[in-house]
């Protein structure tokens, strides 16, 4: 577990946060791909990139929603480095995009299905992300890949399954099933 790669200063690059650039990076490259390949314009790229922000976005605001009163106000737990919600980034970026592409009036559902393999390959890396800092893992196990995450979110010294990698593992062949039966 590295939850922090390097500092610069005071400023602390996590492997989190590295997940989740490297995530929206590859994502939005593979659907450029695609989006070429299906003859899709450029401005969804626009719609692309929206999601991206309305992403982070959603996934900081339904996060800081979850945990006010119980870990600070809200918007010191908006404005803090920590905590972000998968739901709230489905969410958020979901609505951002599909903004982009009505006012372009450009087919929703087809950007979504280019759009499709690259979400499942960028939420792999995310959840690569999870692994790294010890956050959203599994109950506790015996079995012999079990981790402990002594400085995780929350802590622990109890060795638990890797849900993380679990998950990872689960979408990478979703992602590549997505892509070969694409039209």
Do not use: N
Not at 25 to 51: K, N, Q
Not at 114 to 129: D, F, K, N, S, Y
Request: a positive charge; glycine letters at 12%; hydrophobic letters at 50%.
């Amino acid at each position: 577990m590295y939850p922090v790669l390097f500092r610069i200063g005071e400023f602390e690059v996590t492997s989190f946060g590295v997940a989740v650039a490297a995530a929206a990076l590859v994502g939005l490259w593979l659907f450029d791909r695609e989006r070429r390949r299906s003859g899709l314009p450029e401005s969804t790229l626009d719609a692309a990139m929206a999601g991206v922000i309305g992403g982070l976005a959603g996934a900081k605001i339904a996060w800081a929603i979850e945990h006010v009163g119980r870990q600070g106000p809200f918007l010191e737990l908006l404005l803090s480095r920590g905590g972000l919600s998968w739901f709230g980034g489905f969410a958020g970026g979901l609505l951002a995009g599909v903004f982009v592409l009505r006012r372009r009036r450009l087919s929703i559902l087809k950007v979504l299905a280019v759009a499709t393999p690259a979400l499942a390959v960028a939420h792999a890396i995310g959840r690569i992300g999870c692994f790294l800092v010890g956050d959203d893992y599994g109950i506790p196990s015996t079995l012999p890949w079990a981790v402990a995450f002594p400085e995780g979110l929350p802590p622990t010294s109890t060795p638990v399954h890797p849900t993380q990698l679990y998950e990872t593992a689960a979408l990478l062949p979703v992602a590549w099933l997505l892509y070969r039966w694409r039209r």
